[in-house]
């Protein structure tokens, strides 16, 4: 199979960029689209007339329904959970794995079992809990599931990723006189880096995206964050502007875009060491 | 250095949100699934188990867990095995540089939220204005017609979700043993063979890994469909999940109920399908 590609690279670019169109080519429409008038839309043109509709952007991101405010909601809510629970994760990750710990793989069980849970039958118990702590509408109400919602799948890659890594290290730590607390964060932390930016791009895009206990425990609030803001705008509109629709779909996604970009190098690299070879 | 408890102590952070948001919300939400409750009044009446038995006549439940069946056999099954032949082919491309813009490429649209995807996709099907009729010269409408649209969304979630998977499936055939492979081309293993007597059983790992997810994923997907339908799934778009929010405004016990049960048959499959699996066992 691989056999026969390798001889026909020819043919394997040219199916591989039809799929890569197919992929792209909803987002380059959404993107023209943001670009348009209301009327130009409607009007059923693929590219915009006469001019090219910039303001649509920056319409969506500070105007009359613009979704600045949002966009640092979910910054401070990702950033948070995401370190946060990236650090009870590892923390645990550690013990678990390098600490001769004997009920390591009972817990670790135990943990993956969160992850088969659907969100919906925890909604009503933890809106229960939230209303009687008085944290309802308050940003407690979000960051404490979400800094847990981190934890599972940060602990399910890191898991494997640490255990596979040579005991020798720590023997030498411990000669040297170092403690569990250093060995974590000055020898397993930074070799771990490949993991860890997988364990974060997994996690910040789960908060970022997290859609139903937002749209519960935020709806309309101050605090409410950017998936649920963009739905409640784009739906609720009195004139329907669906160029503006699509700017502001952009702008919410975008972010996301961009910090994997910046971490694809590591990317790769973590999945293969952390979830594969563990 | 010997401390029996530091350990448990490096783990307190994890157990204790462990017990505030797994533990006590499932035992509460347990003792919520044997009472009817409209979610207004203080009264809780205690039903017992009357809302499991109800599950069992439920016939609007049965439709949503029929579509709901059909969508994860698509993206569990289907969509892994199209991930798998598009690692395979991208993996067969020499240019190192051309590999990594390919992976790029198509891991994008996994990074945009459920809820948006949905949105965007129901301007993609829209009747009126949308790329999909203006592309085919057609009018159809692709989230109206109950017989297709379920399929829309279903292909939603593969254009979403493909490329993510296909990405894991890269990873694992990287960590593939050349030697091993060489060999077996060698002997002259090809074509058909090659692909299921030698790529599948060393994927096996891998394909745990992509597959177990986006089954577990697939029974409780919920965003993309409750967004696409525009706040109203129909009898034969509604999912479990999508099911159970519209019933929690009614009768929360029901729709816990309906949560608990959905927990525990995706438990039990998962594990069948763990068990089933020597490597796993092993390790």
């Given at each position: ?7 026909h690279?020819?043919m ?8 890569a169109l ?6 380059f ?7 348009k008038?209301?009327?130009d ?27 600045i405010r949002?966009y ?5 809510f990702t ?5 946060i629970?990236?650090?009870?994760a590892?923390?645990?990750?550690y013990?678990?794995?390098?600490m001769g710990?004997?009920?390591g793989?009972?817990i ?9 849970l ?5 909604l009503?118990?933890l ?20 800094i ?22 720590d ?11 250093q060995?974590?964060?000055l ?8 993991v860890?930016a ?15 206990l ?5 709806r ?18 009195l004139?329907?502007n ?11 996604f ?9 971490m694809?190098?590591?990317f ?11 | ?21 797994v ?28 809302n ?32 798998l032949?598009?690692a395979l ?7 190192s540089?051309m590999r ?8 994008l649209?996994?990074?945009?939220s459920?809820?948006?995807?949905g ?20 009018n159809?409408?692709?989230?109206g ?10 292909f ?10 296909a ?9 593939l ?6 060999a ?11 692909f ?16 177990v ?5 697939g029974?409780?997907v919920?965003e ?18 999508t ?7 009614m009768?929360?016990?029901y729709?816990?109920?309906?949560g ?10 998962v ?9 796993l066992?092993?390790?």
């Amino acid at each position: 199979m691989r056999d026969f590609m390798r001889k026909h690279q020819l043919m394997l670019h040219v199916t591989l960029m039809i799929l890569a169109l197919l992929v792209l080519f909803p987002i380059f429409w959404v993107f023209i689209s943001s670009l348009k008038s209301q009327s130009d839309f409607l009007s059923g043109y693929f590219w915009p007339q006469k001019t090219w509709h910039i303001e649509n952007y920056w319409k969506a991101f500070a105007g009359e329904e613009g979704i600045i405010r949002y966009y640092l909601n979910s910054i401070c809510f990702t950033v948070i959970s995401v370190g946060i629970g990236l650090f009870i994760a590892t923390l645990a990750g550690y013990a678990l794995t390098r600490m001769g710990f004997k009920y390591g793989p009972v817990i670790f069980m135990m943990f993956l079992v969160v992850l088969m849970l659907p969100p919906q039958i925890s909604l009503v118990p933890l809106f229960r809990i939230f209303q009687s702590l008085d944290l309802l509408y308050t940003p407690f109400s979000l960051l404490l599931p979400y800094i847990f919602a981190a934890v599972p799948l940060s602990l399910f890659l890191t898991y494997g990723y640490f255990r596979a890594l040579p005991k020798e290290l720590d023997e030498a730590a411990i000669m040297d006189g170092a403690n569990h607390w250093q060995i974590y964060r000055l020898i397993i932390l930074p070799i771990s880096k490949p993991v860890l930016a997988t364990a974060v791009i997994i996690s910040a895009t789960g908060v970022w995206n997290e859609y139903l206990l937002a749209s519960i425990f935020m709806r309309g609030s101050t605090f409410e964050t950017l998936p649920v803001a963009v739905v409640r705008i784009t739906q609720n509109r009195l004139i329907p502007n669906y160029p503006l629709d699509f700017a502001t779909s952009i702008l919410a996604f975008m972010p996301l875009i961009i910090l994997f970009i910046f971490m694809q190098r590591f990317f790769i690299k973590g999945i293969s060491g952390g979830a594969i070879k563990g | 250095m010997k401390n029996k408890y530091l350990p448990w102590i490096f783990i307190a952070p994890a157990l204790a949100f462990f017990g505030m948001l797994v533990v006590y919300p499932t035992g509460y939400g347990l003792s919520l699934s044997l009472h009817y409750w409209d979610g207004l009044s203080d009264y809780m009446d205690f039903v017992g188990l009357e809302n499991y038995a109800r599950l069992l006549s439920d016939s609007d439940l049965h439709w949503a867990a029929l579509n709901t069946l059909i969508f994860v056999v698509m993206t569990a099954f289907v969509q892994s095995l199209l991930a798998l032949f598009l690692a395979l082919a991208i993996e067969s491309v020499r240019s190192s540089r051309m590999r990594s813009f390919y992976r790029v490429v198509f891991i994008l649209p996994a990074l945009i939220s459920a809820a948006i995807t949905g949105l965007i996709w129901s301007y993609i099907y829209n009747p009126n204005f949308g790329l999909l009729n203006d592309i085919l010269g057609t009018n159809i409408s692709w989230l109206g017609n109950d017989n297709i649209a379920l399929w829309s969304i279903i292909f939603a979630n593969f254009w979403q979700w493909t490329g993510w998977n296909a990405m894991i499936f890269c990873a694992g055939i990287q960590s593939l043993p050349s030697e091993t492979l060489e060999a077996a081309r060698m002997d002259g293993a090809k074509g058909f063979n090659y692909f299921y007597h030698m790529i599948i059983p060393l994927l096996r790992y891998t394909i745990i890994v992509v597959v177990v997810p986006s089954f577990i994923n697939g029974w409780k997907v919920f965003e993309l469909i409750y967004v696409m339908m525009n706040n109203a799934p129909t009898e034969r778009t509604h999912s479990i999940a999508t099911y159970l929010y519209e019933q929690i405004t009614m009768d929360i016990g029901y729709a816990t109920a309906i949560g608990y049960a959905l927990t525990v048959f995706v438990f039990i499959m998962v594990m069948f399908y763990i068990a089933s699996n020597k490597d796993l066992r092993k390790g």
